[in-house]
């Protein structure tokens, strides 16, 4: 989330803390909006979007590419593991297997099996539903397109 992103989304939640109608209120109203409409634009500009859904995953543009943020379907996972008994103890002799010195690390191993098990039932893939998938297509587009050069913005 973008700096004026978060700062539309705390003004909005001061707003229901103050008295409806209040000259603060109202003031706090416009902050807010303004914070929008400039994450918007940021958004517009760079391609960064926040696609919300049953996991958020943010989009960013940097110099070579675009990062894309899975911190809450990571953070999913992980409470998946921490709060299944049989997910942590196939997990703990994961780590367990992959730690030991001796193990060669075969990919036919029972060990290596117990790690796809793992992977297979924690379900590795990040659902986009509805318009957010067009958000997200947008975004990347925006990040992929060519930009000029600095000197050369605007010149045909």
């Known amino acids: 989330m973008t700096d004026h992103a978060a700062e539309a989304e705390r003004l909005m939640s001061a ?16 902050r807010a909006r303004v914070h929008a409409l400039l994450a918007l634009r940021e958004q517009r500009e760079t391609g960064a979007a ?21 911190s809450s379907f990571v953070h999913s996972l992980l409470v998946s593991v921490a709060t299944d008994p049989e997910l942590l103890d196939l997990f703990t002799d994961v780590i367990d ?19 796809e098990e793992l992977t297979e039932r924690l379900d590795p893939r990040v659902f986009v539903y509805g318009r957010q998938v067009a958000r997200l297509a947008d975004s990347l587009h925006t990040i992929a397109r060519p930009k000029g050069l600095p000197g050369q913005r605007g010149v045909a």
């Open 15 to 30: 707003v229901a803390e103050t008295r409806p109608g209040h000259a603060a209120q109202q003031l706090m109203i416009q």
């Open 50 to 70: 926040e696609i919300t859904g049953p996991n958020r995953v943010y989009v960013k543009a940097i110099p070579a590419g675009a990062t894309l943020d899975l």
């Open 97 to 115: 297997s992959l730690n030991d010195p001796d193990d060669v690390h075969d990919p036919h191993a029972p060990e290596s099996l117990r790690l």
